[in-house]
């Protein structure tokens, strides 16, 4: 059974409706941030203020390139687009589904300073900075383009029926 590779900007939903993919599918769910925030025993802002740029992007490709999951929904942190070996890894047993969102939504979900949600991107870029920079990235590792719809549940029952219709069976 494959996983499902939830990728797509901060604040489109990836956790949320991960949960509620796998409660529907009876899938394991883990959420990449939870796991760097484990591995470095503390927050994403902290290791972002504290121990800068750099060892974040290190830490969250280590997580992306070692992850050993089956029957799983993944939500990966909004940078995992930007290392080409974790995402080759994620999707060797996995469908990556992009949540793609309107910037406008996403924006209107995140704080001023985005360090405060633990956003990996350089100092001073915006949201449509990281947003257009990021786009590509996630066009490029899609395997299926979902429309983060209102709510968590509406979200997954369409990703769902995407899967199905598209037939590709997990």
């Known amino acids: ?57 290190a ?22 687009v930007l290392y080409p070996a974790a995402m080759e890894h994620l999707r060797q047993n996995g469908v990556a589904v992009w949540l793609e969102t309107p910037l406008s939504q996403i924006d209107d979900r ?21 947003y257009e920079e990021r786009r590509p990235l996630y066009a490029q590792y899609a395997d299926v383009i979902a429309v983060s719809l209102e709510g968590a549940e509406e979200t997954a029952q369409q990703v769902l029926s995407l899967l199905r219709t598209l037939d590709i069976h997990l």
């Open 1 to 57: 059974m494959k996983n499902i590779v939830l990728i797509g900007m901060p604040g489109t939903g990836k956790s949320v409706v991960g949960r509620a993919l796998a409660a529907r599918l009876g899938y394991g769910f883990v959420d990449l941030d939870d796991l760097i925030v484990e591995r470095a025993g503390k927050t994403l802002p902290e290791i972002l203020r504290q121990d800068g740029l750099e060892a974040f992007y």
């Open 110 to 130: 995140m704080p001023e300073d985005l360090t405060d949600r633990g956003i990996a991107a350089p100092a001073g870029m915006t949201l449509r900075q990281i």
């Open 59 to 80: 830490l969250e490709e280590a997580v992306g390139t070692s992850l050993d999951r089956e029957d799983t929904v993944v939500a990966t942190g909004g940078s995992m």
